[in-house]
T-cell receptor
Framework: EPEVTQTPSHQVTQMGQEVILRCVPISNHLYFYWYRQILGQKVEFLVS????????KSEIFDDQFSVERPDGSNFTLKIRSTKLEDSAMYFCASCQGINQPQHFGDGTRLSIL | AQSVTQPDIHITVSEGASLELRCNYS??????LFWYVQSPGQGLQLLLKYFSGDTLVQGIKGFEAEFKRSQSSFNLRKPSVHWSDAAEYFCAVVSPSGNTPLVFGKGTRLSVIA
């Protein structure tokens, strides 16, 4: 069964550094999402992406965050200048279309030192 | 604003016992409903979904859930729990009206004892 894949599985970065989290959604999916889960808390929506543009974003997704689909397969989340509170598990998800369930990757654990 | 409540933070059951995890939602209209499971260090795996029709839905790994509109609930059940079911379970909703993000509950951690 096709999967959403995320790399790396764990990223350790110094505070203030830029980090890029990578995702390869399922190939025929059209809608892409990033969520994050701070340790011990619930999964929170960050941003959704469709037709090469952001379709919705949450309050968490401030100017430090950006997303990109640089080619036909990758979907990246960039954090420009990381803060301690960015430490979390970041999940990428994709779905085929409206009214279809979202499929999640295994996540990237981001640790900011 | 839409919200999902999972009132049980942690549940412990004996292997072979039955299980029910509670989920209530607050939404303007009947949303689409999902249960996801997260094993330690893993991503979120879809267990089952409800869009419309039969209010009792079957999922993977022997799980089922029942949608009750009058109670705004979507409780997850399993008749006989296995040790491998120990994980975190998340209920989630999404608007049926378009491409909107999932709204998750805080999760219920399931422990299984021998």
């Amino acid at each position: 069964e096709p999967e959403v894949t995320q790399t790396p599985s764990h990223q350790v970065t110094q505070m203030g550094q830029e980090v890029i989290l990578r995702c390869v959604p399922i190939s025929n999916h059209l809608y892409f999402y990033w969520y994050r889960q701070i340790l011990g808390q619930k999964v929170e929506f960050l941003v959704s992406f469709y037709n090469n543009e952001i379709s919705e974003k949450s309050e968490i997704f401030d100017d430090q965050f950006s997303v990109e689909r640089p080619d036909g397969s990758n979907f990246t989340l960039k954090i420009r200048s990381t803060k301690l509170e960015d430490s979390a598990m970041y999940f990428c998800a994709s779905c085929q279309g409206i009214n279809q369930p979202q499929h999640f990757g295994d996540g990237t654990r981001l640790s900011i030192l | 604003a839409q919200s999902v409540t999972q009132p049980d933070i942690h549940i412990t059951v004996s292997e072979g016992a039955s299980l029910e995890l509670r989920c209530n939602y607050s939404y303007g209209a009947t949303p689409y409903l999902f249960w996801y499971v997260q094993s330690p260090g893993q991503g979120l795996q879809l267990l089952l979904k409800y869009f419309s029709g039969d209010t009792l839905v079957q999922g993977i790994k022997g799980f089922e859930a029942e949608f009750k509109r009058s109670q705004s609930s979507f409780n997850l059940r399993k008749p006989s729990v296995h040790w491998s079911d120990a994980a975190e379970y998340f209920c989630a909703v999404v608007s049926p009206s378009g491409n909107t993000p999932l709204v998750f509950g805080k999760g219920t951690r399931l422990s299984v004892i021998a």
